[in-house]
């Protein structure tokens, strides 16, 4: 076909686009079809404006109405010919597009042309959040010209629906719909589903579908916007050698590959859930492939090296054997949490021939993979593990530092609570060069309306600095609050019943009332020490009871309850909007960390609870002397004496000690250096009775310094008295899982204080040892701590420095307390 002159440069700086037309080839189908189907459903979901479409040319008294042309190169090629624009176009890699405003035949057009099918349904996102949309009303404000491909050949998130999740489980088969054509608008070319049997209940009150009909369904809706279906799919069977087992996990999975219609890869963790040694893992793998090829020919199956319970490296190591073997069934490995080598080794290991695709937790704040960065402990007791946590720049560098490593991404996520942090990964995942406030802008835009563009833009980016300092001295939490309440004061109804704009309203109302309850419950817990500090003069019941009193004001005359009933509001509405569940008693969550931090909006952020238990066992003592010793002892929990130090490894002061290691910046993961980790269970794990034969469960407890694996932990000290003699306490903190761990504690890196100590599995222990007087002889002192074998965290909360009364030798001693902990 001639050359019919289109394609030239627009003239004019905007279009408006609410009577446009759209050109497409008759002959479009499938995937192409539905990028176009989309386009038209979601302009008229915006602005009520219904496209009319066309398969032809316009002629030269076909009006004025502005042109959308949207095709694959391959469909427009006999309806447009020598284009300038699609002889571009065959020079995009796959899935690239070109967005470009021109004219067409005196029309104003927008061309949004494809390499392929998902290339036009990846031009149609973009073109979506360029335009404002308003009530009959819709506005191109500037050119385009954009011609791009994705930077990485994996892009997509995993969504399951299961009772764990914090939402996914509560949508209908048109809410999953909506919201998968939501991420592929942003460039997302898979979804990984899971099967109905996980490591979690196969249903809930939630659920609306049984879940094989789900995933089935969900299938078809993956594959209907042309995009690929993964299946997650752990190992988690109670045994694998059993040959009655075997044919029976063997079944259960040949049904699933032949009755759901499209699968073009299933992931199989190594552990986190599932716990197989490599030489099975690969055995077992092998028949799971032969099932998967007969239902589906073209299916690779992908292992991750994710390693819970084990001693890691034997383990890796095993591991990395079996793949240097190369099995044909083998389509690529996860990089994933608990993966414990970091990603540039694990490319280093695993031949060439194989891809990497990164699983990475960005739905998590803490006991995760990438855990925010020195977080206030106040946000750790009440926002827990699933709040909704857009984390921008950090999502940003977490993607981009090691990206270059592996051909893409699937995140893991348990529901819409990261749902800022999918889309900026998408992005990512396209382009590492596009900045996070674009992502932003586009996000508000499209999903939100195009006035609240920058404002939205803005406040998220507000949010994640809400959490970069301690929380008791960081005055943007204030103002982040004074940016949200003047959207939701102007916004419409519709912008308020938006569930997008209500999880950032209630970050932004929820932010503000923890700082405020913080401060104010601190200075109640100072005002109750104070009560205590005149028991001499008062009398020790006295004391007692008026600290107990001063300490029941937070809820007896709570600090800003306007801000709390306002959170629960936007809980009940983002319940009844995307089934959002936030508490346990009115929403159904699975569990209190699964996303519902509503239940800990009014969690204690003093030392209540422990000052409570204390005042128990003070009350028992028939003696008023006795009382009083135990009251000063109380008072004096964290004094180390005269020229000694405490330190609350979880403060911004006492983490300062610690040697930083690699900067966050390279290791967002902390697999080689030491971080600040949350304990927030702790309460939970210890018994009434432990708890009172311990005194309580202090605040200092709930958070710690962590190391990984081999990863030393280093402490410095300095200007100590180069005559005097220490001795060190510490209180470790034991996981629930495994044997727990052994511990190697050095002073200057030389001197042994005390050697594989083992902390049991869910456990407290404090331990005292002398220091070597020669380690402190030039006043300073280096205390590193190292595992020694055992799980892999090793935690330490709390350290003193002590003084030894009169310089005299302190004689080492074991373990002082060794509380264990209900798992």
């Excluded at 491909?149 to 998130?157: I, K, M, V, W």
């Excluded at 803005?458 to 301690?470: D, H, I, K, R, Y």
Aim: with cysteine; net charge negative; glycine share 6%.
């Amino acid at each position: 076909m001639a050359d019919i002159g289109i394609g030239s440069p627009m003239s004019t700086q905007a279009i408006d686009l609410t009577r446009a037309v759209v050109l497409s080839a008759s002959g479009a189908a499938g995937a192409e079809a539905k990028a176009i189907e989309v386009l038209i459903e979601e302009v008229a979901k915006r602005s009520g404006v219904i496209y009319r479409r066309m398969h032809e040319l316009p002629g030269a008294a076909s009006g004025n109405d502005p042109i959308i042309v949207a095709g694959s190169r391959e469909s427009l090629l006999p309806l447009m010919g020598s284009d300038g624009n699609l002889v571009e176009a065959a020079n995009l890699s796959p899935e690239g597009y070109i967005l470009r405003t021109s004219e067409l035949r005196g029309h104003s057009a927008v061309m949004v042309i494809g390499a392929d099918a998902r290339g036009v349904l990846y031009g149609i996102g973009k073109l979506l959040r360029q335009v404002s949309f308003r009530r009959c009303s819709i506005q191109l404000s500037e050119e385009l010209n954009i011609v791009t491909s994705p930077r990485f050949e994996l892009r997509g998130h995993q969504l399951g629906y299961r009772p764990k999740t914090n939402a996914y489980d509560a949508w209908t088969l048109e809410q999953y719909d909506q919201y998968i054509r939501e991420l592929a608008l942003f460039g997302a070319n898979c979804i990984e589903i899971l099967p109905p049997r996980t490591d979690d209940a196969k249903s809930g009150p939630l659920m609306k579908a049984d879940p094989l009909t789900m995933m089935v369904q969900l299938s078809e809706t993956i594959h209907s916007y042309g995009l690929d279906t993964w299946v997650w799919y752990p190992n988690i069977g109670n045994d694998y050698v059993n040959p009655a087992s075997r044919a029976e996990e063997l079944a259960e999975r040949e049904e699933i590959f032949r009755l759901v219609p499209h699968i073009q890869a299933v992931f199989i963790p190594g552990s986190d859930p599932g716990d197989m040694e490599p030489d099975l893992l690969f055995e077992w793998t092998g028949h799971i492939a032969s099932i998967l090829s007969h239902y589906h020919p073209e299916a690779k199956i992908w292992l991750s090296p994710q390693v819970m319970m084990h001693e890691s490296r034997p383990w890796l190591d095993s591991f990395y054997a079996h793949v240097e073997r190369e099995p044909e069934w083998l389509g690529g490995i996860v990089f994933g949490p608990h993966v414990d080598d970091p990603l540039p080794e694990l490319r280093r290991r695993i031949p060439a021939k194989y891809p990497i695709r990164r699983y990475e937790d960005i739905t998590h704040n803490f006991i995760c993979q990438y855990p925010v960065a020195d977080w206030d402990v106040a946000f750790a007791l009440t926002l827990g593990r699933e709040c909704y946590n857009p984390r921008p720049l950090a999502q940003k560098q977490i993607h981009n530092v090691i990206a270059s490593h592996a051909n893409g991404s699937i995140c893991y996520s348990e529901g819409i609570n990261d749902d800022v942090n999918k889309f900026i990964w998408l992005d990512q995942d396209w382009n590492p060069s596009t900045s996070v406030m674009e992502t932003l802008r586009d996000y508000a835009r499209v999903f939100i309306g195009p006035d609240y563009a920058d404002s939205i833009a803005c406040g998220l980016m507000a949010q994640e600095e809400n959490w970069a300092l301690p929380l008791a001295v960081n005055d943007q939490v204030e103002i982040t609050l004074q940016q949200w309440r003047q959207m939701e004061r102007h916004a419409n109804t519709h912008v308020l019943g938006n569930y997008r704009f209500q999880m950032g309203l209630l970050r932004a109302y929820y932010d503000a009332y923890t700082k405020r309850r913080l401060i104010y419950e601190t200075e109640l817990e100072y005002r109750a020490k104070d009560a205590l500090r005149m028991a001499d003069q008062n009398g020790s019941l006295a004391a007692l009871e008026k600290m107990e009193r001063i300490l029941g004001l937070a809820r007896a005359e709570p600090v800003a309850p306007d801000y709390q009933l306002r959170c629960q509001q936007l809980a009940d509405e983002l319940f009844a909007g995307i089934g959002s569940q936030l508490t346990v008693s009115r929403h159904y969550a699975s569990h209190p960390e699964r996303g519902a931090f509503i239940e800990a909006i009014d969690f204690p952020l003093n030392d209540i609870r422990w000052l409570r238990q204390q005042s128990e066992i003070i009350r028992e003592e028939p003696s008023e002397a006795e009382r009083l010793v135990l009251i000063e002892q109380l008072l004096d929990r964290t004094n180390p004496g005269p020229g000694g130090y405490y330190d609350n490894l979880g403060s911004p002061r006492s983490a300062s000690r610690i040697e930083s290691g690699t900067l966050w910046e390279n290791d967002p993961g902390y697999l080689s250096s030491p971080r600040i980790a949350h304990m927030p269970g702790m309460m939970m794990m210890i018994s009434d009775k432990r708890q009172k034969e311990l005194g309580g469960v202090p605040l200092a407890w709930e958070n710690t310094a962590n190391i990984m694996l081999d990863t030393p932990l280093t402490l410095s000290y300095d200007h100590l008295s180069p005559g005097c003699r220490y001795a060190v306490k510490i209180t470790y903190i034991g996981e629930s899982r495994g044997d727990g761990y052994w511990v190697t504690l050095t002073a200057n890196d030389e001197q042994i204080v005390h050697e594989n100590l083992h902390i049991p599995a869910a456990s407290v222990m404090t331990v005292q040892s002398e220091i070597p007087p020669y380690a402190t002889a030039n006043g300073k002192l280096q205390l590193t701590f190292r595992r020694a074998k055992g799980f892999k965290r090793l935690h330490v909360a709390e350290i003193w420095l002590i003084v030894a009364a009169g310089h005299e030798p302190l004689q080492a001693r074991g373990c002082e307390d060794n509380y264990q902990l209900r798992s």
